[in-house]
T-cell receptor, first 110, second 114 residues
Framework: KNQVEQSPQSLIILEGKNCTLQ??????????LRWYKQDTGRGPVSLTIMTFSENTKSNGRYTATLDADTKQSSLHITASQLSDSASYICVVGAGDQFYFGTGTSLTVIP | NAGVTQTPKFQVLKTGQSMTLQCAQDMNHEYMSWYRQDPGMGLRLIHYSVGAGITDQGEVPNGYNVSRSTTEDFPLRLLSAAPSQTSVYFC?????????????FGPGTRLTVL
């Protein structure tokens, strides 16, 4: 069964600290993996897209990694800011279909 | 570019009422889709369209209708609202059905069915 699992479900960190969010998937055939940021009350916004051959992709303070062998991805946030408080969603593409994780809710506190 | 726009932002319906959620995009994207987002679940695909005049069902199509008469607009119709349709609805678009394309989401419509 095609599934995307994210951990932790929620996370609270101090402003300025780093954090890492995890995504494990069983989707096949794998096409690409995306990370989205969803602010409260808003639609998801793309952070990174990676294909099978890419194992790292950065977007400012966000760095995504992909291990296609173990079917794992992580999103590392460096020097967190209050504006990083949001839900982060991992999405795995299989052909033209997408499989969505349930998200990690991140809260950054001053 | 306004991107993907959705109206209304909030809506309350009574069981059995019908309504249409509006979605429009100004990026000339061929592919548009509707998702619903429920607590503790990932976004689920309701219906999608690969171009004007072409629509197809997604994972959870029951109780919803769509049409695509123009490239820009992709309305979602609830035929007879039920409490189980209480959710946040997102419209999304991307250039075509190719899986690597960037997908853009609208701001969402929060629907409550009493």
């Amino acid at each position: 069964k095609n599934q995307v699992e994210q951990s932790p479900q929620s996370l609270i960190i101090l402003e300025g600290k780093n954090c890492t969010l995890q995504c494990n998937y069983t989707v096949s055939p794998f096409s690409n993996l995306r990370w989205y940021k969803q602010d409260t009350g808003r639609g998801p916004v793309s952070l990174t897209i990676m294909t099978f051959s890419e194992n790292t992709k950065s977007n400012g303070r966000y760095t995504a990694t992909l291990d296609a062998d173990t079917k794992q991805s992580s999103l590392h946030i460096t020097a967190s800011q209050l504006s990083d408080s949001a839900s982060y969603i991992c999405v795995v593409g299989a052909g033209d279909q997408f499989y969505f994780g349930t998200g990690t809710s991140l809260t950054v506190i001053p | 570019n306004a991107g993907v726009t959705q109206t209304p932002k909030f809506q309350v319906l009574k069981t059995g009422q019908s309504m249409t959620l509006q979605c429009a995009q100004d990026m000339n994207h061929e592919y548009m889709s509707w998702y619903r987002q429920d607590p503790g679940m990932g976004l689920r695909l309701i219906h999608y369209s690969v171009g004007a005049g072409i629509t197809d069902q997604g994972e959870v199509p029951n109780g919803y209708n769509v049409s695509r008469s123009t490239t820009e607009d992709f309305p979602l119709r609830l035929l007879s609202a039920a409490p189980s349709q209480t959710s946040v609805y997102f419209c999304a678009s991307r250039p075509n059905s190719g899986g690597y394309n960037e997908q853009f989401f609208g701001p969402g419509t929060r629907l409550t069915v009493l």
